[in-house]
């Protein structure tokens, strides 16, 4: 077994905790340092196990990051506990290899419009910038797990309509580069559960290998996306508690997939997530602190979950 | 053909607007008869057909559908509309019959508890009036449709978890007493796709007749869940413009599918539906107006259409 099937283990679903890193992209206020290691404590309490928890980016720019190294020590102390950290260019390898994150999360756009205006290079340069990162991770001691993420892989804001079979031709790519994880990315909200589970099964039949489903409830679509890609046959799935995490290109939008919805989902499909709930949902009480003015979304947090009796009506 | 066939076309979505019966059930303000009027004028502008518009039930206890008889006829008047209203007892059945309505709705319970609990009648009793309803049915000259609702068809508020096979005898028994449509509701969003889907799947291939599915989205599943009920091949699926209608059970939470965000979803899984979205995201404005307290919920609302851009990524 490869180091990769430890951290996901196959046949069982691993839920990911982005609101550290995607769910503060846009926020206005950032939680402390503290706060954000309350946040994972207690997400980890309630059963949480990975947690991306921020990206190697100029602090300058993103100085919600800046805290990212003493959070991977944050993780890095809990037993059993999975961080992942998102890099964009060559610097920002160099220190996630040195930070010693277990996981390092690299970017390719779907569309050449979109790499171009986001990052001002071509999908082939970024796919480069993965090979380069898999032969570092080789090199290195502790040989952190690498995952490429296809973003705008469902819908482009730029470009529009996304053509699967390119996307498809990435993920390739990626794996064929050394990847040991994809990701596919409905950046922007624009996919419903049909696109989502055909590029799902059609990536997950291609690979073999772990594929991950990031996806943006921006249009109402993120819970029926998230049960297409597992009917699929993804087993990694990312949320953010709260939902928390707005969308650049729709103001006002809701953010990612609200994680404590997304575990009831898989539990009502049959899939144990490990995670207890009533404990995630109470975690939003430190959100709701640290940022007062940002709006947190989701369902379980208003209605609580279904009365638990156990007789079947007769 | 039958009429119902006519009605609710086989292969062919039917969504119909349940926000002016269900979504007012709780409401503290009650939109006027103009309002109203504007709503259902407003929304079949937009190309929806199907309104359930009130009930038959004392207009001292629900006052707000005091004006069922002119919705009535204000659906009767627009080409291609089709009207639905609520019955609980014979009184009801009576007023329905002489109103003319296209449609009549007799609710039994999934199980005994709810049933006493609610109705003060056994399930068998409840059938028993659904036959009475199909034989005045018979002797009508307009022969309106009759729809048996099966409420807490997912999960009971009161007995927890409902065994699916008892869900399927009394579907088999409304449409021996000759029911035109079964609908299976999930009153109070207790269920996951999984199990949608399932008991979906297990009425449509028993009956042959038309199922319904109405959902709510008290846990945030409403949208994932009406995927499962179409891809389990239900074509008839109730909504609420702006998720109107909250939930006695669950304080605060949301009410019915989003109407608007459930057309997003029928449209990406390639069921036309016939109706503009932007012009029926427009008609959320008159709720706002009539009722001014009333959270309205949904994405596409929010966040817009997807960017329409029909060409390709290269």
Redesign the interface.
């Known amino acids: 077994m490869t180091r990769v099937h430890e951290i996901y283990p196959d046949g069982r679903v691993s839920l990911r905790e982005v609101g550290l890193r995607d769910g503060l992209q846009l926020v206005k206020t950032f939680p402390s340092t503290v706060a954000k290691r309350r946040w994972i404590g207690d997400e980890y309490a309630a059963g949480v196990r990975h947690f991306e928890i921020g990206s190697f980016l100029p602090a300058s720019t993103f100085p919600q990051f800046a805290d990212v190294r003493e959070l991977v020590r944050t993780v890095a102390e809990l037993p059993g506990a999975h961080g992942i950290a998102l890099v964009l260019n060559e610097r920002g390898v160099n220190e996630a290899l040195a930070s010693g994150v277990a996981e390092i999360a690299s970017v390719v756009s ?4 979109h790499s171009q205006a986001n990052a001002k290079r071509s999908r082939e340069e970024a796919i480069a910038n993965i090979r380069r990162l898999c032969e570092w991770r080789d090199a290195s001691a502790h040989r952190p797990i690498v995952h490429a993420a296809i973003s705008m892989a469902l ?3 730029i ?5 699967p079979l ?1 996307v498809i031709r990435i993920a390739e790519k990626c794996f064929a580069a050394g990847a040991d994880v994809v990701g596919i990315a409905d950046t ?8 989502v589970g055909a590029l799902t099964e059609a990536i997950v039949k291609m690979s073999g290998h772990p594929v991950c489903v990031h996806l943006h ?5 993120g ?2 996306n ?3 890609a597992l009917d699929a046959g993804a087993r990694i799935l990312d949320g953010s508690l709260g939902g928390l995490g707005g ?1 650049p290109f ?1 103001p ?3 953010g990612n997939v ?1 994680f404590e ?1 997304l575990v ?2 898989c ?4 899939f144990a997530t490990g995670i207890d709930i009533e404990k995630l949902v109470a975690v939003r009480a430190i959100l709701r602190e640290a940022m007062p003015g940002e709006p947190l979304y ?3 947090a ?3 979950l ?9």
Chains 1, 2 share one sequence.
């Open positions: 779907a569309t050449e419009e819908g482009c804001s470009a529009g309509p996304v053509d390119e922007v909200g624009y996919a419903g559960p049909k696109q409830d921006t249009r109402g679509m819970i029926a998230a049960s297409a969308c729709a006002g939008a809701t609200v919805d009831f989902l539990e009502s499909k049959g989701g369902s379980l208003r209605a609580g279904p009365a638990c009796k156990t007789s079947v009506a007769a």
